[in-house]
C-alpha cells in the first residue's frame, strides 16, 4: 500500500507557464483534496472531489483546475502561473464516517516555486 | 462559518514532560469531527487523533489525548512523555458534518529539549 502519491516532488516555474500535478490513492477512497500551504499558515484547500465525477472549488480556487481522471487519481492544473502560486501543494484522500469527514491521509507534497 | 484558533504559535517542553497545545473552535453544524496533526520539518502530514462531536469519552492514541470540552469548544492534545521527535509544527483540524472541507488552524510549533 502507497497511500497517496504525488508527482513531481519538486517543481520550478516560470511566469505564464503551465502544468499538472498528479495524485494517486490506492485505499478505495472516494474524496480526495487538493490543499496549498504557504509559509506561518495552515493548509487551505483548493478543490476537492466528494466521490468520482464531482469536483468543487474550496477556498482559494483561483488560477486552477482539477480533474478526477477515476477513482484513483485526481490532477491539479496551472494553467498560467504565478509567483502568488509558490506554495507547497498537498493531495489528500479519505472516506467518511458517521457523516463525518474521516481521517484524511496526506501525500507527501510538491514544492512550487514560480519564478 | 468554521474557525479554528490554536493561541500558541511555539512552545518549549522538556524531554519527558507532559505539553498540552491549545485549540478553540467555532462551528454551527451540530456533528463534527476534531483532528489533530503533526508536520514534522522534512513536510509531511501525520494523522495523530481524531475525536467526534458526540463521543462520550475523550480519545486516546498512544501518548496523545485530546481533552475536549464542547461546552468550552476547545480540543486540546495533550502529549505525554515528550520525546524529542515530537518536534513538529501541530495543527487542529475541524471538520463539520454537512462538509466535505476541512478549517485548519495556523498551528503550534513544538519544540523538544533535551
Known sequence: NAGVTQTPKFQVLKTGQSMTLQCAQDMNHNSMYWY????????????????????????????????????REFSLRLESAAPSQTSVYFCASSGRLAGVLNEQFFGPGTRLTVL | AQKITQTQPGMFVQEKEAVTLD????????????????????????????????????????????????????????????????????????????????????????????
Open chain 2, 23 to 114: 485549540c478553540t473552535y467555532d462551528t454551527s453544524d451540530p456533528s463534527y469531527g476534531l483532528f489533530w496533526y503533526k508536520q514534522p520539518s522534512s513536510g509531511e502530514m501525520i494523522f495523530l487523533i481524531y475525536q467526534g462531536s458526540y463521543d462520550q469519552q475523550n480519545a486516546t492514541e498512544g501518548r496523545y489525548s485530546l481533552n475536549f470540552q464542547k461546552a468550552r469548544k476547545s480540543a486540546n492534545l495533550v502529549i505525554s512523555a515528550s520525546q524529542l521527535g515530537d518536534s513538529a509544527m501541530y495543527f487542529c483540524v475541524l471538520a463539520g458534518a454537512g462538509s466535505y472541507q476541512l478549517t485548519f488552524g495556523k498551528g503550534t510549533k513544538l519544540s523538544v529539549i533535551p
Open chain 1, 36 to 71: 496549498r500551504q504557504d509559509p506561518g499558515m495552515g493548509l487551505r484547500l483548493i478543490y476537492y472531489s466528494a466521490s468520482e465525477g464531482t469536483t468543487d472549488k474550496g477556498e482559494v480556487p483561483n488560477g486552477y483546475n482539477v480533474s478526477r481522471l477515476n477513482k
